[in-house]
């Protein structure tokens, strides 16, 4: 991962972020509501917890038939997407609740799901931010040359396929939580001294690392195999669906907002300075999609509203709907894009497409 200092523009009028958020401030302020989670959040909260909790102990309790225990499986991995967008993404913001305690609680939400609040942190509050859409230093836009996610990243001709076996991959994501990247993300982190905060002491790290993944093991996969009576091998496999179908749905819900036609991929000059301002940045590099299908709103956990959630990740996404006219109406005033897809099989249709765009040989043109 490159290592230069970015720094965005400050050429850039910083009237459009100064308006904006003085009206957003204005909006929490004249309505006499938190900029946190409501209690639409917190019933949602629970229903996920359910969604991917409940099947568990049926699977664990009632000696089901395969064909329901993999219904189930699936229908943990919707859980386990669920309890990531809307819990353990809001809580690692800090925007789940007004009192830190919370935060951090639904934050730790994510060792549930294989994963780990330090690497997470990192990564996307951090890295995917500050840096968004920017090669080489955006670590959500890089997938170890498999993909080629932006027109910067080097080619390779196996590209010209990806259109068709990203999908595949995508469904690994959490899974590699599971099993490697967790530990590579943390040497790698720990190295280059980086942190969301105060930088934690290493061997405290490390150590949270190895009991939570030991544990997450011990729940689901050696106490199934010891209490059920089905072959190991079953255990591992619906261990993996459920992972799978999580990754398939937290990965495609993240490429509609990044890796798509209307979000551009910038690279900084020379010396690091980046052509916009942060704020206008991030109007660039992300793309809405679905606002108004109530069933997206409600399930994605406001990532279909990246704009609203890259200008404002203090705010909690349950109020993303409401901000959203606010931000488009601000960026129109100024001349300034907002970029959006109206339903999200139009967003899903322009990412592979960019896929198979970015797929082709660089300098080749259709004919």
């Known amino acids: 991962m490159e290592q230069t200092n970015i720094r965005f523009s400050r050429t850039d009028s910083p009237q459009f972020f100064r308006t904006l958020n003085k009206r957003v401030n204005a909006y929490f302020k004249e309505n006499g509501i938190k900029k946190t989670g409501n209690w639409k959040l917190y019933l949602k909260s629970a229903v996920m917890f359910s969604l991917f ?4 102990f049926l699977i664990m309790t009632l000696g089901l038939p395969n064909w329901a225990n993999l219904l189930l499986t699936i229908l943990m991995g919707i859980g386990m997407a669920g309890v990531g967008m809307n819990v353990m993404h809001d809580g690692n913001h800090g925007t789940f609740s007004s009192k830190s305690w919370v935060n951090k609680i639904m934050g730790s939400s994510i060792y549930i799901l294989a994963g780990n609040v330090y690497n997470w942190q990192v990564q996307h509050n951090v890295l995917h931010h500050t840096y968004t859409n920017i090669h080489e230093h955006d670590e959500d836009i890089e997938a170890k040359g498999l993909l080629r996610f932006s027109k910067h990243a080097k080619w390779h001709r196996f590209h010209r396929f990806q259109h068709y076996y990203s999908i595949f991959l995508y469904g ?10 967790d530990f590579l993300q943390m040497s790698r ?3 280059r001294k980086l942190a969301y905060g105060k930088l934690p002491n ?11 993944k030991l544990i997450y093991a011990t729940v689901w996969i050696i106490l199934p195999m010891l209490v059920l009576d089905i072959a190991w091998w079953k255990v591992l496999l619906g261990f993996f669906i459920m992972h799978y179908t999580a990754g398939v749905i937290l990965s495609v819900v993240f490429q509609l907002a990044h890796v798509v036609d209307h979000a ?9 300075t980046m052509k916009n ?12 999609f679905g606002t108004r299908n109530r069933l997206v709103n409600w399930f994605t956990g406001g990532l279909n509203h990246q704009v609203e959630h890259h200008i404002f990740p203090n705010i909690s996404h349950i109020h993303y709907t409401k901000i959203a006219e606010i931000v488009k109406q601000t960026a129109r005033e100024f ?9 999200t099989r139009k967003a899903i249709l322009s990412h592979f497409r960019h896929l198979k765009d970015l797929g082709r040989k660089p300098g080749y043109q259709l004919t």
């Open 53 to 56: 909790f409940t099947p568990y």
């Open 172 to 181: 690994l994501l959490t899974f590699n939580w599971a099993i490697t990247s």
């Open 189 to 191: 982190y720990t190295r």
């Open 202 to 212: 290493p061997i405290v790290n490390w150590s949270v690392l190895v009991i939570t």
């Open 264 to 272: 551009d991929m910038p690279l900084p000059q020379k010396d690091g």
């Open 277 to 288: 301002s942060w704020a206008i940045h991030q109007l660039k590099t992300t793309v809405n």
């Open 335 to 343: 001349n300034l894009p907002y970029n959006e897809y109206k339903t």
